[in-house]
Every structure is written in structure tokens, then in C-alpha cells.
Nanobody
Framework: QVQLVESGGGLVQAGGSLRLSCAAS????????VGWFRQAPGKEREFVAA????????YYADAVKGRFTVSRDNAENTGNLQMNSLKPEDTAVYYC???????????????????????WGQGTQVTVSS
């Protein structure tokens, strides 16, 4: 059982930066992969980025490669998403989620699928003005 609390959303101008945090309350946080997803009004939820539980491998959607960086701090039970060079099309509600990954390999196909995640944060709004 993992509870997730997100923070760091807000309003920024195009080209600006935001850092989202996902604080976990529970045991064995290091055994969970951390994924980030976003959903804009009228659109489907889409994968943004993820970081594996074992070796810290990272995965990114093409739309954010080179601009976003996903990381984790197991000592603080926290996942982070650094977002730079933000664009208006990045505007969405951002969600973090975790997936138990101790006995399974981490792949892009697996970690980019929202159906693979059991626990979700409440979401935080990111708005980028043009």
C-alpha cells in the first residue's frame, strides 16, 4: 500500500520551468517504478516519463525528450519531474503513479502503460501561457 501526494504545479510562461514532486507514504518505495502521466481537457491520458525501481533507467515520451528529466530519491521516498522549456501544449493535469517492479523487468512498453500502475497521486495542474 502506497499513498502519493503531488506538489509543484502552477502557472508559468512559455520557456519557463517547473519541478513536480511525488511524495510517497509507505514501505519499500525503492521497489516501485515511478511513472508520470498527464491529461488535458478533452484528451486521453498520456505517458510522460518514468523511472525504474532497480537500476534507475529512465523513459520519456517523444514529446518531452530533451526537456523533462525524471528522477527519484529513495532516501526521501520522493519522485521528481523537472520540466524545462515548457510549451503551451504541455498544459495538463499531471499525475504520478507507482508500480511494483521488484520481480519484473522494466521496459518502455510496460512503464508507459497506465494500466500497469496500481497507485496514483491526486494530480497537479500545470498551465503554460503563450
Amino acid at each position: 500500500q502506497v499513498q502519493l501526494v503531488e506538489s509543484g504545479g502552477g502557472l508559468v510562461q512559455a520557456g519557463g520551468s517547473l519541478r513536480l514532486s511525488c511524495a510517497a507514504s509507505g514501505r519499500a518505495f525503492s521497489s516501485y517504478a515511478v511513472g508520470w502521466f498527464r491529461q488535458a481537457p478533452g484528451k486521453e491520458r498520456e505517458f510522460v516519463a518514468a523511472i525504474s525501481s532497480a537500476d534507475g533507467s529512465t523513459y520519456y515520451a517523444d514529446a518531452v525528450k530533451g526537456r523533462f528529466t525524471v528522477s527519484r530519491d529513495n532516501a526521501e521516498n520522493t519522485g521528481n519531474l523537472q520540466m524545462n522549456s515548457l510549451k503551451p501544449e504541455d498544459t495538463a493535469v499531471y499525475y504520478c503513479a507507482v508500480r511494483w517492479s521488484l520481480f519484473e523487468s522494466s521496459t518502455y512498453a510496460r512503464l508507459s502503460n497506465p494500466d500497469q500502475y496500481a497507485y496514483w497521486g491526486q494530480g497537479t495542474q500545470v498551465t503554460v501561457s503563450s
